[in-house]
Nanobody
Framework: QVQLVESGGGSVQAGGSLTLSCAAS??????????MGWFRQAPGKEREVVVL???????NYADSVKGRFTASRDNAKNTLYLQMNSLKPEDTATYYCAATPRFGVACTVIRPLPGAFDFWGQGTQVTVSS
């Protein structure tokens, strides 16, 4: 059973930075083959994609975070990262990492919806104050 554990959330002022991590374990297949994603959900809103990163480490960002957020994956450490700079109050949300063994290098092209991801972390809260 795949387990994902996020860390690194917290409270910052607008313009600040945070780095989230997602440590993975229990993979049936090689971690490097999984399509990974960062998602977020604010109170009263639907869960939305922040960034997808495929098995070739290509990325696809939501327009709202382009130029401010950077996702990366260290396949040797089975860890996914999200560097968040120039944070805005509207970035306040619970951030989740997710994984699926499907899609491979196509996941950043197909852009699967949250429902297509098989494994989820418990989430980490990010709060940005103005």
């Amino acid at each position: 059973q795949v387990q994902l554990v996020e860390s690194g959330g917290g409270s910052v002022q607008a313009g600040g930075s945070l780095t989230l991590s997602c440590a993975a374990s229990g993979y049936t297949y090689s971690y490097s083959t999984y399509c990974m994603g960062w998602f977020r959900q604010a109170p009263g809103k639907e869960r939305e994609v922040v960034v997808l990163i495929d098995s070739a480490k290509s990325t696809n960002y939501a327009d709202s975070v382009k130029g401010r957020f950077t996702a990366s994956r260290d396949n040797a450490k089975n860890t996914l990262y999200l560097q968040m700079n120039s944070l805005k109050p509207e970035d306040t949300a619970t951030y989740y990492c997710a994984a699926t063994p499907r899609f491979g290098v196509a996941c950043t092209v197909i852009r699967p919806l949250p429902g297509a991801f098989d494994f989820w972390g418990q989430g980490t809260q990010v709060t940005v104050s103005s």
